[in-house]
């Protein structure tokens, strides 16, 4: 018997949610951008400042999201 027979489907795997970027880092990153900073520098500075791991840290496509 296939899983379409059956119309419903179970799998363990999670919904993979969109992560959201919080309000803090989003000022922190507008600041920066009005002072001219480019989005790599921005992120990195984020990681630094407010002692981000690699993984709690904002994509870098976030990052140009915001502030392009």
Known sequence: MAVFELHDHFTTAQDVRK????LRQKEFCKEMAEQGLKP???RNAMKVKMQLSHNSAPTL???QNLVN
């Open 61 to 63: 496509r976030m990052v």
């Open 19 to 22: 992560k959201v970027m919080p």
């Open 40 to 42: 790599v520098r921005i």
